[in-house]
């Protein structure tokens, strides 16, 4: 998948992602279905988070000069989330009480340095040559890494809709 198209997927799942948030009220943000599940909010500031150490990784990872033998994932699995994954402890929502202007902040401003960091990417072809070691997927090529994102986001929109029909 050319960056282009990856691009377009994140613009269009993020544009997703705001409209299903805009209108919401702090309570719908902040409620949540039981202790242990997170509120709509707190599913928005994860992602944020994800995204801001997505590019981290990213950053590091296309310092490297060394061509990578890792193969692209078939990443559709993300997508069924008959299966859950545990959030690294750095990529958790705390319990603070969100507003949605602060949240849609904080989902722009992570998008504005991913976008800043592959518009600075002189030779996209790095991003299917260059791996960093991805927390839960492990050895990934920095494009599935890019593609995991907006995937991830997917997941976690169908989670928001659950969380709108409380």
Not at 24 to 38: F, H, I, M, V
Not at 114 to 137: C, G, Q
Request: proline share 4%.
């Amino acid at each position: 998948m050319e960056l282009q198209e990856i691009r377009q997927h994140l613009k269009v799942t993020r544009d997703g992602l705001l409209e299903m948030i805009q209108d919401l009220s702090e309570e719908q943000l902040n409620k949540r279905k039981d202790p242990r599940s997170w509120s709509i909010g707190q599913v928005c500031q994860h992602l944020s988070r994800t995204e801001e150490l997505y590019v981290m990784a990213i950053k590091k990872a296309l310092k490297s000069n060394e061509e990578s033998p890792v193969e692209n994932k078939p990443l559709q699995f993300m997508l069924d989330r008959s299966h859950k994954w545990e959030a690294p402890d750095i990529a958790r929502p705390t319990d603070e009480i969100v507003r949605a202007e602060s949240i849609i902040e904080k989902l722009h401003h992570s998008r504005e340095r991913l976008n800043e960091l592959l518009n600075a990417v002189e030779d996209p072809s790095l991003l299917n040559r260059r791996h960093f070691t991805h927390p839960v997927f492990k050895e990934m090529l920095l494009s599935d890494w890019v593609r995991s994102l907006y995937l991830h986001e997917q997941r976690h929109m169908e989670q928001i809709k659950e969380g709108l029909s409380l």
